[in-house]
T-cell receptor, first 114, second 113 residues
Framework: AQSVTQLGSHVSVSEGALVLLRCNYS??????LFWYVQYPNQGLQLLLK??????LVKGINGFEAEFKKSETSFHLTKPSAHMSDAAEYFC????????????FGTGTRLTIIP | GAVVSQHPSRVICKSGTSVKIECRSL??????MFWYRQFPKQSLMLMAT?????????EQGVEKDKFLINHASLTLSTLTVTSAHPEDSSFYIC?????????FGPGTRLLVL
C-alpha cells in the first residue's frame, strides 16, 4: 500500500521568500515520487520526479525537491517565490511499477503575497 | 509537450441524466488512459484505467455500470456518468502516460442538481 500526506492545504509566502511545500509518503517498496502543479483551469503539469537516482531533484521553474528516505519525505522548495508560482501543488507516489498508477496527496494551494 | 484535452470543461445536469466526458490525446497515441475524480479539498482518486480496445479496469468501490468507460481509439477515451446524482458532482480528470511522464487533461467539473 502507498499513500501521500501533504502538510498544509494552504501556504502563503511573500514574493521573493523561500517556498517550502511538505510531502511525506508511505510505501512498502522504494517509490517513485512526483510533484505536479495545477494552474487555474489547466491540467496537472509535472514539476519534477524522483526515480531512485540522485536524491536532490531539480525541476522546472526553479523548483527542487530532496528525497529523504530516513524521514520518508519529499519536500518541494524554491529559493525565491514569484507571483507566477501561485497555483495548486500535488505530491504523488508510484510504488506499483508496471502500471503507472499514481496516488496523490490532497494538494497545497500556494499564494504569493506581493 | 504532449497535450491532453477534455470536453466539456464544466457541465451542469439534472439528477437522473447521463453525462459524457471526452478525453483526447493531441498529436500522440494514448494506449492507456487513467480517469481520476477529485472531491473538494480531497486527493485525486483513481477511478479506472482504460486500455485501447479492451475493457476498463475499475478501482475498488467504483461502480463500473455507473461510470462507463470507452477507449475505442488511440486518441479518445470517454467516461459516461449514467443516471447522475448530486453525490456524483466532482472534478473528473483524465491522464495518459507518455514515456515516464503522465500528461493530464484540464479536468471537467460536473455539477448534478
Amino acid at each position: 500500500a502507498q499513500s501521500v500526506t501533504q502538510l498544509g492545504s494552504h501556504v502563503s509566502v511573500s514574493e521573493g521568500a523561500l517556498v517550502l511545500l511538505r510531502c511525506n509518503y508511505s510505501s512498502s517498496v522504494p517509490p517513485y515520487l512526483f510533484w505536479y502543479v495545477q494552474y487555474p483551469n489547466q491540467g496537472l503539469q509535472l514539476l519534477l520526479k524522483y526515480t531512485s537516482a540522485a536524491t536532490l531533484v531539480k525541476g522546472i521553474n526553479g523548483f527542487e525537491a530532496e528525497f529523504k528516505k530516513s524521514e520518508t519525505s519529499f519536500h518541494l522548495t524554491k529559493p525565491s517565490a514569484h507571483m507566477s508560482d501561485a497555483a495548486e501543488y500535488f505530491c504523488a507516489v508510484n510504488a506499483d511499477f508496471g502500471n503507472e498508477k499514481l496516488t496523490f496527496g490532497t494538494g497545497t494551494r500556494l499564494t504569493i503575497i506581493p | 509537450g504532449a497535450v491532453v484535452s477534455q470536453h466539456p470543461s464544466r457541465v451542469i445536469c439534472k439528477s437522473g441524466t447521463s453525462v459524457k466526458i471526452e478525453c483526447r490525446s493531441l498529436d500522440f497515441q494514448a494506449t492507456t488512459m487513467f480517469w481520476y475524480r477529485q472531491f473538494p479539498k480531497q486527493s485525486l482518486m483513481l477511478m479506472a484505467t482504460s486500455n485501447e480496445g479492451s475493457k476498463a479496469t475499475y478501482e475498488q468501490g467504483v461502480e463500473k455500470d455507473k461510470f462507463l468507460i470507452n477507449h475505442a481509439s488511440l486518441t479518445l477515451s470517454t467516461l459516461t456518468v449514467t443516471s447522475a446524482h448530486p453525490e456524483d458532482s466532482s472534478f473528473y480528470i483524465c491522464s495518459t502516460p507518455l514515456g515516464e511522464t503522465q500528461y493530464f487533461g484540464p479536468g471537467t467539473r460536473l455539477l448534478v442538481l
